[in-house]
């Protein structure tokens, strides 16, 4: 389809990541879409519309790489008009630049894992729960037990590790120490204009302006495309509404399972 990009006139793509990193955005889908707009020869610039709690740790991860080799092509700069904290966060920092509304609230860098410990309910059902395994760890994340001490320092560990690597990715993604990002990887979410003064992002105003910053940093007419991922066969089954309907149930169900590899998730209110 390359002949077909070369037809097409040049323009700066728009990309709307809303919702939660994982059930409403999947992560291969938006990795392989900005893939597409990488090769994509009319595509000059790309701004990511990002209003997401976050999600997933690997989900969050996933794109922030796809969107670091989008940057080395093109310009590739994020506009946060409502959440951009957590693993939307890491996703905006991996742009080069960062723009968000004066009302956004924006960072909650750091990892959670949580799951619901159920067996105290079951007890009271009269419900018992038979675990067969092999190996001596295999049901650690078990919600129908307490975990034991060792199993809390092996998950703590584990969410520690997850939180480095988020740390040191914002740390070079928006040329600060790590350590100073460490100071600020509390988990707190900021109002815009206190994240300008502490450098996770760049400045205030609404889509246009990112649209027009990005168009001047391709040189190339202020032509907008608006860009989604494919529509997988959920979605060509059922339809918008119903696939809206089922993403949502989805979005239930993923954010009630026990957390395996932690979440990269803003759990609190929005503005």
């Not at 001596?136 to 199993?151: A, C, G, H, N, Y």
């Not at 190339?220 to 989604?228: E, H, I, Y």
């Amino acid at each position: 389809m390359q002949w077909l990009d070369r037809m097409r006139p040049p323009s700066v793509a728009v990309v709307d990541l809303q919702g939660m990193i994982g059930p409403a955005v999947r992560p291969m889908d938006f990795a392989r879409l900005l893939a597409r707009l990488r090769e994509d020869q009319s595509v000059r610039a790309v701004v990511l519309n990002i209003d997401s709690p976050g999600g997933t740790a690997v989900g969050s991860e996933m794109i922030a790489r796809a969107v670091r080799r989008l940057r080395e092509e093109k310009p590739t700069v994020a506009f946060i008009g409502g959440i951009g904290a957590s693993g939307g966060y890491m996703i905006a920092a991996s742009c080069e630049r960062i723009v968000a509304l004066p009302s956004a609230i924006v960072g909650a860098i750091g990892v959670i894992s949580y799951r619901p410990i159920v067996y105290e309910a079951l007890d009271r059902l009269g419900v018992q729960m038979h675990v067969g395994k092999s190996g001596r760890l295999k049901d650690m994340l078990s919600p129908f037990r307490e975990p034991t001490e060792e199993e809390r320092e092996k998950e703590q560990r584990l969410l520690d590790t997850l939180y480095e690597l988020f740390v040191e990715g914002v740390a070079s993604d928006r040329g600060l120490e790590p350590e100073r990002v460490r100071e600020l990887a509390t988990g707190e979410v900021y109002a815009a204009a206190d994240a300008i003064e502490r450098e996770l992002i760049d400045a205030t105003g609404d889509l246009d302006d990112v649209i027009d910053w990005a168009a001047d940093q391709a040189q190339t007419p202020r032509r907008v495309r608006l860009v989604r991922p494919r529509k997988g066969l959920r979605g060509l089954l059922l339809g918008r509404a119903s696939a809206a309907l089922v993403a949502g149930l989805l979005t239930e169900l993923d954010s009630s399972l026990p957390s395996g590899g932690g979440y990269a998730l803003y759990t609190g209110g929005r503005p």
